[in-house]
């Protein structure tokens, strides 16, 4: 089985997380995917596959060498994005694209004028949507490159390595990935989290993240005898929404630049509930845009009563660079290995997180590297055949360099 064929197969299942569970993982139609997952490392003649009741995938390459080398791991998710439906995803694959429009399906068009990444994949083979689901490629791309470098290191028994671990988790994409993950069991001195975009990214700063629950408490009265008694929660939704800059949004930064992002908002005269998200790369900003939400709710109790508005308001993950930076050596390496598989690397902060953020700080020293994908998130998601064949090279290849590795 090629690299896209895998990946071709994992499309199939609908592995959405999500936010409004309190089981883990979040969905039950993660766990049919991990168990597919499971028989097929069994299959592809892995060690020590084990699915936890969690659903926490591990398994083991052996080392095939005799000498003491660091044990290193790669790590994708398998769940999908709640913001857009992974159900009966119809992926096509766009042969030597031309730089032209992509028809997804009619009326459906994905094309360079709106999303200029196309033109870096000229020459290459897309797998895109049929314009309806999101595609997966985040983050069953990075699954498919670390079982099929796998398997090719099995295959090719004179590239020596040492004992690399493998694990596949859910939840991810709800900030819940790394939460049970086992990192004594997963024996590794550092890992990778294949879950980057692009051919070439590394990253090892990301986002310190928070999420903001409002909840709203409104008095509904017959609006005919409404003056002086109704609290109607949908104004004061939208008053609480209004006090956030509207400059600082993802629509309106980049870069470095924090935000607080408005994810969901459900809301009635008797009740409003809003959902943010709060980002920033800066720890001490970070903290300033907590405390900012938490005034915004107190500034608001002041004017329409104590307890009209309560902000809930829990840490994410934090920026995994201060965990990197002593270790620098895991990033070394795989700036070498994309050097000697002819892979330009793009070094920047990620706008998000990934597990690796919370596994550095669990002890797991963990930066991330591509995947391939592209647009994640809806249905102009595409991955580049060529881009997933070129980060399955540089698994194999960090794998090999692990093995010379000397401390």
Known sequence: MNITERFLNYTKFDTQSSEESQSVPSTPKQLVFAEYLKKELIQ?????????????????????????VPTIGFISHYDTSPDCSGADIKPQIVSNYDGSDILLSEGIISSPKKFPELLQHIGEDLIVTDGHTLLGADDKAGIAEIVQAMVYLQQHDEIKHGKIRIAFNPDEEIGMGAHHFDVEKFGCQWAYTMDGGDVGELEFENFNAASAKITIKGVSVHPGYAKGKMINANALAAEFAKMLPEDETPETTEGYQGFYHLIGMQTNTELGKLSYIIRDHDRDRFEDRKRFIMRCAEQMNEKYGEGTVIADVKDQYYNMKE??????????????????????????????????????FKGLPCPNIFAGGVNFHGPYEFVSIQSMEKAMQVIVKICEMTAGYND
């Open 44 to 68: 592809e003649g892995l060690d020590d596959v084990e699915l936890d009741e969690k659903g926490y995938l591990y398994a083991t390459l052996k080392s095939n060498i005799k000498q003491d």
């Open 323 to 360: 965990k990197i930076d002593p270790q620098m050596h895991v990033i070394d390496l795989v700036l070498k290995a994309m050097q000697e598989c002819n892979v330009a690397p793009k070094v920047r902060p990620i706008r998000g997180g990934t597990d690796g953020a919370q596994l550095s």
